[in-house]
């Protein structure tokens, strides 16, 4: 990835020499964070590093006192995303390809875990564990939103972030989601007359906007978190509710 990254690189300063300096952890922290922000507002690629020192209001030369160069900026970001505690030792961040994978490796392995939704796969399907599956989700969403922003943004110019994000965590999410609903729709716990692959997606998406997008949109609904969260999940719960048969609706009007 290295080479990927020199194509954005505003060129690496050498390190300080001489005696080493002291970082401040208030302004890695605030590096850190202005890192995740920039990156997630315009990419990897269109991010400055003085993009990042103006947004941490430090100096563009500060910047190189807590991170090497540019990729290292992205392993702080990515750290600040997640929630995942900053270096702060006394010598300057590197972050080499090698390390870049595993810290994205270990970010999605211990921010997206979903219990409720494996644990459906084996107990006895009732709507109250549908319920709780959904509501899973969204308080995923809702605990993750700013990683899954950073995620959603800079994936696309990182393979090891595509990879991580979309096919181990996405696209394994979507799927057992998908063999949930498949499976208490054929136990008549849920309406059986939908395609479940779309219906999960469909359902995520609702779920997505209100726990994460809501929070930023200008026009959003003028509506407390608690209101939101439990409007959706009664929304989604309403959607999968088993529909009468034909029959049973023709007895009914007659």
């Not at 269109?46 to 006192?65: C, E, P």
């Not at 929630?83 to 010598?91: A, G, I, V």
């Not at 939704?117 to 959904?134: D, I, K, M, N, S």
Request: hydrophobic share 45%.
């Amino acid at each position: 990835m290295n080479d990927r990254f020199s194509q954005y690189s505003t060129g690496t300063p050498t390190a300080p020499t001489g005696r080493s300096r002291r970082r401040d952890p208030r302004k890695l922290i605030a590096i850190a964070a202005a890192a995740r922000a920039v990156m997630t507002a315009r990419g990897i690629r269109l991010t400055q590093v003085s993009d990042v020192a103006r947004a941490a209001g430090v100096g563009a030369g500060t910047i190189y006192l807590y991170a090497a160069d540019k990729e290292a900026l992205v392993g702080l970001a990515l750290r600040s995303a997640a929630e995942f505690p900053l270096r702060e030792d006394t010598e300057v961040v590197g972050v080499d390809s090698a390390e870049l994978t595993r810290l994205v490796g270990e970010v999605v392995e211990s921010c997206f875990v979903w219990p409720a939704l494996r644990a459906a796969a084996t107990t006895e399907p009732t709507p109250a564990t549908v319920a709780v599956v959904f509501a899973e989700a969204y308080d995923l969403v809702v605990a993750q939103r700013r990683l899954i922003a950073f995620l959603d943004r800079c994936s696309s110019e990182v393979p090891a972030f595509a990879e991580a994000w979309h096919e181990r965590t996405r696209r394994v999410y979507f799927r057992e989601l998908e063999v949930c609903l498949a499976r208490h729709a054929a136990h008549g716990v849920i309406r059986n007359d939908v395609d479940f692959g779309v219906a999960s997606r469909a359902l995520l998406e609702m779920i997505v906007w209100m726990a994460q997008r809501r929070v930023g949109d200008p026009v959003t609904p003028a509506c407390g978190d608690d209101t939101a969260r439990r409007t959706t999940l009664t929304l989604v719960m309403d959607a999968l509710r088993p529909r009468p048969s034909s029959a049973a609706r023709d007895g009914a009007r007659t």
